[in-house]
């Protein structure tokens, strides 16, 4: 049978693609559905500044050049992750005190160094991680609270600078659908259109929990509003996970839904939606276990990497 990426490639988007970690990669089983299936690689990992500046001004881009050059290998688009984010940076620089301007350069050399690096390998650069509460609020981290809100605007103008062909995508969950965080995520988009600033995506990172995913047309309406600001919408990061387990087959069901939910608003949106990618695709891997403690199965394949429902369900809504 066709594969999930061609099956998108045939729909007219550019991939389908996932995250995954290189030390998955002597999993051969593993290995075999992630190249059967999918169109892009995402690191999980080691783009992030805690792997590449481990002191500064000294980098390490030997993890994501070995990431790198396997995407590249096996002719995947590589999707390049992340460069400022309030978790998974290098302890150093919680460990001494700055000013705005000593902070936002070294935020721009550790920009700079790396989107420079890797220039004309990188389809997209997630360049600001989660910047918001759910509030809609700034969310407090070192970046904002040393430089204020313009780390953003600083940042991205780093990332055009350093690679201007890489898509620049700004990255955030609980902005699928409308709600204060989605509307403080379009303002942010238009403040930076405002002040010349490129921005070219929103990454919607779309972690859901069955039963409680937005439904398609509330995510149909939040993609279309940010469409119309001028910028491409990536569905970045999805999995729909249980909060408790073990699921029940009706709630296999419902998981598929939810999958059809995210899939299906950006195959309504057309070309303004280029591109989806699952954080991981097999359990066994899963990013969520280790985070929220008792819940589970969000991805498309069970840990024996036989398929769920949901990986039917969305082909058949791409
Ligand atoms: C996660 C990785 O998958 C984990 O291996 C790591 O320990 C923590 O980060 N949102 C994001 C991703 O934007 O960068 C996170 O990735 C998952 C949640």
């Known amino acids: 049978s066709s594969s999930l990426n061609s099956i998108a490639v045939a729909a007219g988007k550019k991939f389908f693609g996932t995250a995954t970690n290189q030390d998955q990669f002597n999993d051969a089983s593993y290995v075999d559905v992630m190249l059967a299936q999918f169109g892009s690689l995402t690191p999980a990992n080691v783009q992030k500044w805690q792997y590449t500046e481990p002191s500064q001004g000294s980098y390490d881009y030997s993890q994501g050049d070995s990431f790198a ?9 590589l999707c390049c992750d992340n460069l400022v984010w309030y978790q998974q940076y290098p302890s150093w620089i919680d460990s001494q005190s700055w000013t705005a301007e000593s902070l936002s350069e070294v935020m721009t050399n550790h920009i700079t160094s790396e989107v420079s690096h890797y220039k004309g390998k990188c389809y997209s650069w997630n360049v600001v991680n989660e910047a918001f509460n759910d509030d809609g609020t700034w969310r ?3 970046f904002y609270n040393t430089i204020g809100e313009d780390y953003i605007a600083q940042s ?4 055009a600078a350093a690679d201007p062909n890489a898509i620049l995508y700004y990255n955030d969950y609980n902005i699928e659908s409308p709600g204060a965080k989605a509307t403080a995520v379009e303002n942010l988009i238009s403040s930076l259109k405002s002040q ?3 921005i070219d995506a929103v990454g919607l990172e779309s972690h859901f929990i069955v039963g409680e995913t937005p439904s398609l047309s509330q995510q149909q309406q939040q993609m279309q509003a940010y469409a ?3 910028v491409d919408v990536f569905v970045t990061e999805l999995d729909v996970r249980f909060s408790s387990l073990p699921p029940t087959e009706q709630g296999l069901q419902q998981q598929s839904e939810d999958y ?9 949106l057309g070309s303004k939606c280029p591109a989806i990618s699952v954080w991981d695709f097999d359990d066994t891997y899963s990013w969520i276990p280790s985070t929220f403690s008792g819940q589970g199965d969000a991805d498309l394949y069970w840990a024996n990497l036989t398929a769920k429902p949901a990986l039917a369900g969305i082909e058949s809504v791409l």
């Open 69 to 77: 050059s396997y995407a590249a290998e096996n002719g995947k688009i």
């Open 140 to 142: 407090e981290n070192v």
């Open 156 to 159: 991205f103008a780093a990332a």
């Open 196 to 198: 010349g600033i490129k």
């Open 228 to 230: 119309n600001l001028g």
């Open 260 to 268: 059809q939910a995210s899939v299906g608003a950006c195959a309504a």
